[in-house]
């Protein structure tokens, strides 16, 4: 892969439109979006907040989603005595350490421009994963935290939330199909529906359709703890198993019609671009249907064909895989310890 441009190395995630670039981060009381060969743009809150999911729309505006606390407003007990003869009541203290409740959004246009921000009250603490805009809504999905443990959670905006799972489940990714269902995928040690917990930890992907979690499907190795942590728009997965990279691609019922595993210091990651398919993970060791590659600890991004065959495969010497993402333009993008890269 070639070097793209480097950015802030508070980066988190890499988000592109059709033609427009652009990472996240975040500072020490507030999110940022850096745009490619354009602006850094501060997203403040008032109160302390940070963002960790983005997507963008089909005019190539951005929306950058995170989490702020409410302010902890009080007053300090009047001063007594004769160090106050008056009985002089002091004023309100504010603090921003409350939970991350409130659900946040920026929207920009690609030249780095505020277009509007809101935001909505969750239940509990919550981090969003990933967030769909189009015609309909903007959707949210992610993890909402309680007490014991944590939930998933999809919700359109200023709507009621819907959660699945009890005290073990993180939704990581969605993504929408032609028929308008979402697919949230992750990872769960619940009861999700009729489903079971077969391994230690099980990736899922659950179909949710008018409001409601209708088909959970989960993974069915004993023993292992296995999530997915990328999905696209034609059911091509990405995550991990135990220590090993996963890829499979499923079809409209939920139904692996290939996968692969590689050798992999995390979870891999998948992106589409049109026609192409792509894969990321940090190697670590020989690929079989790669038998040329030999190189360990390095970023490795795989173009795969409908079939999961590679058909083209390039490197980064890096192990920092902090995002993933295609468009047309630059074909796959990959956000590593500060730096772009593109095939």
Same mark, same amino acid.
């Given at each position: 892969?070639?070097?793209?441009?480097?950015?802030?190395?508070?980066?988190?995630?890499?988000?592109?439109?059709? #033609?427009?670039?652009?990472?996240?981060?975040?500072?020490?009381?507030?999110?940022?979006?850096?745009?490619?060969?354009?602006?850094?743009?501060?997203?403040?809150?008032?109160?302390?907040?940070?963002?960790?999911?983005?997507?963008?729309?089909?005019?190539?505006?951005?929306?950058?989603?995170?989490? !702020?606390?409410?302010?902890?407003?009080?007053?300090? &007990?009047?001063?007594?005595?004769?160090?106050?003869?008056?009985?002089?009541? !002091?004023?309100?203290?504010?603090?921003?350490?409350?939970?991350?409740?409130?659900?946040?959004?920026?929207?920009?246009?690609?030249?780095?421009?505020?277009?509007?921000?809101? !935001?909505?009250?969750?239940?509990?603490?919550?981090?969003?994963?990933?967030?769909?805009?189009?015609?309909?809504?903007?959707?949210? $999905? *992610?993890?909402?935290?309680?007490? &014991?443990?944590?939930?998933?959670?999809?919700?359109?905006?200023?709507?009621?939330? +819907?959660?699945?799972?009890?005290?073990? =489940?993180?939704?990581?990714?969605?993504?929408?199909?032609?028929? *308008? $269902?979402?697919?949230?995928?992750?990872?769960?040690?619940?009861?999700?529906?009729? +489903?079971?917990?077969?391994?230690?930890?099980?990736?899922?992907?659950?179909?949710?359709?008018?409001?409601?979690?209708?088909?959970?499907?989960?993974?069915?190795?004993?023993?292992?703890?296995?999530?997915?942590?990328?999905? #696209?728009?034609?059911?091509?997965?990405?995550?991990?198993?135990?220590?090993? @990279?996963?890829?499979?691609?499923?079809?409209?019922?939920?139904?692996?019609?290939? +996968?692969?595993?590689? &050798?992999? !210091?995390? @979870?891999?990651?998948? @992106? #589409?671009?049109?026609?192409?398919?792509?894969?990321?993970?940090?190697?670590?060791? @020989?690929?079989?249907?790669? &038998? =040329?590659?030999?190189?360990?600890? $390095?970023?490795?991004?795989?173009?795969?064909?409908?079939?999961?065959?590679?058909? $083209?495969?390039?490197?980064?010497?890096?192990?920092?895989?902090?995002?993933?993402?295609?468009?047309?333009?630059?074909?796959?993008?990959?956000?590593?310890?500060?730096?772009?890269?593109?095939?």
């Amino acid at each position: 892969m070639v070097q793209l441009a480097q950015v802030d190395a508070a980066a988190t995630n890499v988000i592109s439109s059709a #033609t427009q670039v652009a990472v996240i981060g975040n500072r020490e009381k507030n999110g940022f979006i850096q745009f490619l060969n354009g602006p850094t743009v501060e997203l403040t809150a008032g109160v302390e907040s940070f963002v960790s999911a983005a997507t963008s729309d089909n005019a190539g505006n951005f929306y950058v989603v995170g989490a !702020s606390s409410n302010p902890i407003v009080g007053t300090l &007990p009047p001063i007594s005595g004769i160090l106050n003869p008056d009985n002089v009541v !002091s004023d309100p203290v504010s603090s921003n350490k409350s939970d991350a409740i409130n659900l946040i959004y920026w929207k920009l246009d690609s030249t780095g421009t505020l277009i509007e921000t809101q !935001s909505m009250a969750m239940p509990s603490a919550v981090i969003p994963n990933s967030v769909i805009v189009d015609a309909s809504a903007i959707t949210v $999905a *992610g993890t909402a935290f309680a007490t &014991p443990g944590s939930n998933g959670f999809i919700v359109n905006w200023n709507g009621k939330p +819907t959660f699945l799972g009890k005290s073990a =489940t993180q939704i990581h990714a969605i993504t929408k199909l032609p028929d *308008g $269902a979402l697919i949230a995928v992750g990872q769960s040690a619940d009861k999700l529906l009729n +489903t079971t917990l077969k391994g230690k930890i099980d990736g899922f992907l659950a179909k949710y359709l008018n409001g409601k979690f209708t088909t959970v499907q989960r993974s069915s190795e004993v023993k292992s703890n296995r999530a997915w942590r990328s999905a #696209t728009s034609n059911l091509l997965l990405g995550g991990n198993v135990n220590s090993v @990279a996963a890829i499979t691609k499923f079809n409209a019922n939920f139904q692996p019609t290939w +996968t692969d595993r590689y &050798p992999s !210091s995390g @979870a891999a990651l998948t @992106a #589409t671009a049109g026609k192409l398919n792509y894969g990321a993970l940090v190697s670590t060791g @020989a690929i079989k249907a790669l &038998p =040329t590659w030999k190189k360990k600890n $390095a970023i490795l991004v795989l173009t795969l064909d409908g079939k999961g065959l590679i058909t $083209a495969a390039s490197y980064i010497n890096a192990t920092q895989l902090n995002g993933f993402t295609a468009n047309s333009t630059y074909g796959a993008i990959v956000l590593a310890g500060g730096f772009l890269y593109r095939t």
